[in-house]
């Protein structure tokens, strides 16, 4: 199977992020494909994230680690960088990218995405500008999505 | 002298050899009109001394040109000289100044201003480290930062920072930047807290032969793309590329492969006309392709048999097939006899004149007659535009054809040396210059303001002239030809067509420098000519003289704006062009008095026709350097 190949450094990153995982991020490989990883992202706290889990997906392609992970929101989350289908907007996942990041890296990165939305780098052109325009009612709104869609099982 | 003879000699196929003397006497009879006169016998010479011109001089005027073509072996060396120079003057490695220059877009001159201002800024934005980051002084084994995997130091490659990667990680980083383009001329170190340059050298002793090759295409390329005096010749397939010097408006470029652009918007070269009509003309032609391509499909009907037919050669002169052999033009449809000036009509193959139709048209009719004549006017002038494309690329071919199959033949044929044939090429390259320059006047005709009447007079006079004339030379050069190429031996009547080739060359040259000229005025003669008269003349001779070169226009963005200024100086004195276009009740009892004093000899004392007026401003012009033209 394709797992059979896995290169030993997908194995030893899966390795330490079992063993030594990330506060706040829980990183495991699906049984059918090593490549294939179920993430879950605490809400940093001070955030209008905070108490929300968030899903994500990410795959590791063929030519990792020279090309980046593919990652995505699973969860809906209102922020300016991320957009409807949960794609987000982050230069270490596209031209940042180097193969010396990795998946803890990555992840890490996003939570931090999540503690400091840059509406003025949107993906979603419609949160960042009430994001620029009404901070405030912004932010409740992104509090608002994480109780509804965010507050676990 | 019949002056009225003269000037039509002058474009006259059988008395070409005449022509000095006509017009020096031509000019002569003129000396009335004040603002001719007052130029020295240099004008005279400007018709007279033409014989021995060649295109020799053109190219003995190229070392004053501002731009120099760059071959692929050029390229490299200047390339390597600058790096060179570089590293010298900072005494640094020869990797480390080619990493320098590309990040100063190759300009030696910034890299040593950068670098003597603040060299440990340079530095640290370039990524030219003077010591490790990172070291492992006792390590006999050291972890991969890319796969993890332990390797013997010896296997272990890094940047100046020492960040360890193993010889196969560094390969494929390398591999997949310069796949990702020329990014990878800025390569740095794995680690994205480092910013350690990545030169050619480390790239050489880590990528793959194939990796090695294109990135050194890409440092071939920044060298022309990134340098902002530099371009690639836009030609397809052409390698070449142009480094431009100088700082003038001229912007013409002629590339060894014979491709001639304009090095500032690197469209084909369009002098006179100026960038900025040519981009609203191209986008205007690609957004109306569709509609032009319809309606300019390749073949028209007849007008007399109404058979559909095709056009296969460059010239305008269509003749039917038998049993019909109408002759017309191409542009028109109308009868090729009524376009002689003897016939008593003109050349007005160019003149667009909408149809106007009198008559009571509800709002609805109105503006569907207007979309109507905005397209055909539209059409009118790209379907003239684009037929001088063709005819000038079905000439390219032919002066290719001349130049690499016939010309050995005829010379043989003939009996002649091929030095002797040179007019015959010569004739083709200014027939394709000519069809450019054509080809694009139609373009300035389209944007030329309806409202501007005397100017769009005067233009369309001195098109239709230069058409006219390149006619007659494409005709003769493609037609007449034939004779000869397909004779078995040296035929009588060859220096007739020698002597008669030559003179239409030098006379179509002679209409299109005056029609170049004129629109690098902005036709700014219509206007000015009336208020300064006795001093235009002059002063337009010692603009034209001081430039050298190519003529140059001062006018290649803001032709207008001179003619704004004359609105506001005009005075009550009416522009003698306008004046005499308009009804003789404009002219007062001193002017006609004036111009009767001036026609001199002339038989009938007419008032000069506007045809007449022009042709005075062409003959008495100055004398002008003569077109460039493509090798």
């Known amino acids: ?153 | 002298m019949d002056s009225d003879d003269d000037m039509h000699d002058a474009n006259d196929v059988e008395s070409v050899e005449d022509d000095d003397d006509d017009d020096e006497g031509f000019y002569s009879d003129e000396m009335g009109f004040d603002y001719y006169c007052s130029d020295d016998d240099a004008d005279v010479d400007y018709v007279i001394e033409d014989d021995a011109e060649d295109f020799e001089r053109i190219h003995s005027r190229r070392p004053e040109n501002n731009y120099i073509v760059l071959k692929d072996s050029d390229i490299q060396q200047r390339q390597d000289d600058d790096i060179t120079r570089v590293s010298t003057v900072l005494s640094i490695s020869q990797d480390a100044s080619g990493i320098l220059l590309r990040h100063f877009n190759w300009s030696v001159s910034k890299v040593h201003e950068a670098w003597f201002a603040d060299e440990e800024r340079v530095r640290k934005m370039v990524g030219l480290l003077e010591e490790l980051v990172v070291w492992f002084p006792n390590a006999r084994e050291l972890t991969c930062g890319i796969c993890f995997e332990s390797f013997p130091r010896g296997r272990i490659k890094s940047a100046a920072c020492g960040h360890p990667f193993c010889s196969a990680c560094w390969a494929g980083y390398i591999s997949t930047s310069i796949n990702d383009g020329p990014g990878c001329l800025l390569l740095r170190c794995p680690d994205p807290s480092c910013g350690a340059a990545v030169g050619q050298d480390m790239i050489n002793s880590l990528a793959s032969d194939e990796d090695k090759e294109k990135y050194s295409r890409y440092l071939h390329r920044s060298y022309i793309e990134d340098n902002k005096k530099t371009k690639w010749c836009p030609a397809p397939g052409c390698e070449y590329a142009v480094n431009f010097v100088g700082d003038n408006e001229n912007y013409d470029v002629s590339c060894l492969c014979t491709y001639g652009f304009c090095w500032n918007c690197t469209e084909e070269a369009h002098r006179p006309v100026d960038c900025g009509t040519v981009a609203k003309w191209i986008l205007k032609n690609s957004a109306e392709s569709e509609n032009m391509n319809w309606i300019l499909a390749n073949s028209k009907p007849c007008p007399k048999c109404k058979r559909p037919i095709e056009k296969n050669q460059g010239c305008m002169h269509m003749t039917c097939t038998p049993p019909c052999k109408f002759e017309f033009c191409w542009l028109c449809l109308g009868a090729w006899a009524d376009h002689g000036e003897r016939t008593g009509g003109f050349y007005a193959c160019n003149r667009y004149e909408a149809a106007k139709q009198e008559g009571a048209y509800d709002e609805a009719e109105r503006r569907r007659e207007m979309a109507k004549n905005s397209l055909e006017r539209y059409t009118h002038y790209y379907e003239r535009w684009a037929s001088n494309q063709t005819s000038r690329q079905k000439a390219l071919a032919d002066l290719h054809q001349m130049q690499t199959v016939h010309m050995e033949k005829l010379s043989e044929t003939q009996s002649q040396p091929e030095s002797q044939l040179k007019f015959i090429t010569e004739a083709w390259q200014q027939i394709v210059e000519c069809r450019r320059v054509l080809k694009w006047t139609y373009s300035y005709g389209y944007y030329l303001p309806e409202y501007e009447h005397a100017k769009r007079q005067f233009f369309e006079y001195l098109q239709g002239e230069a058409e006219s004339g390149l006619e007659r030379l494409h005709q003769c050069a493609e037609k007449e030809l034939q004779q000869f190429l397909t004779a078995d031996g040296p035929s009588k009547e060859f220096n007739d067509f020698r002597t008669k080739l030559a003179g239409l060359t030098r006379v179509t040259r002679n209409y299109f420098e005056n029609l170049v000229r004129a629109l690098e005025n902005g036709l700014s003669d219509v206007d000015s000519q009336g208020t300064c008269s006795g001093t235009s003349s002059k002063s337009m001779a010692g603009t034209s003289k001081g430039k050298g070169g190519r003529g140059k226009g001062t006018s290649r963005t803001g032709g207008s704006s001179k003619n704004v200024d004359n609105v506001g100086a005009a005075t009550p004195v009416v522009p003698i062009l306008v004046r005499w276009l308009g009804s003789s009740s404009a002219h007062t009892q001193r002017e006609r008095e004036r111009e009767r004093e001036s026609s001199g000899n002339r038989k009938n004392n007419k008032r000069p026709s506007f045809q007449k007026l022009a042709e005075l401003w062409i003959v008495g012009g100055v004398r002008v350097p003569k077109l460039s033209c493509v090798r």
């Open chain 1, 1 to 153: 199977m394709a797992n059979s190949n896995l290169p030993r450094r997908i194995i030893k990153e899966t390795q330490r992020l079992l063993s030594e995982p990330a506060p706040g991020i829980s990183a495991s490989p699906s049984e059918e494909n090593m490549r294939y990883f179920n993430v879950m992202i605490l809400g940093p706290s001070q955030s209008p994230y905070e108490g929300g889990v968030f899903k994500l997906e990410l795959f590791l392609p063929e030519e990792y680690p020279m090309a980046p992970p593919k990652v995505r929101f699973l969860t809906k989350i209102y922020h300016p960088n991320i957009d409807k289908l949960g794609r987000i907007c982050l230069d270490i996942l596209k031209d940042k990218w180097s193969p010396a990041l990795q998946i803890r890296t990555v992840l890490l990165s996003i939570q931090a995405l999540l503690s400091a939305p840059n509406p003025d780098d949107p993906l979603s052109e419609n949160i960042a500008k009430h994001w620029k325009t009404n901070e405030t009612e912004a932010v409740e709104t992104a509090k608002e999505w994480t109780r509804l869609y965010a507050s676990g099982e």
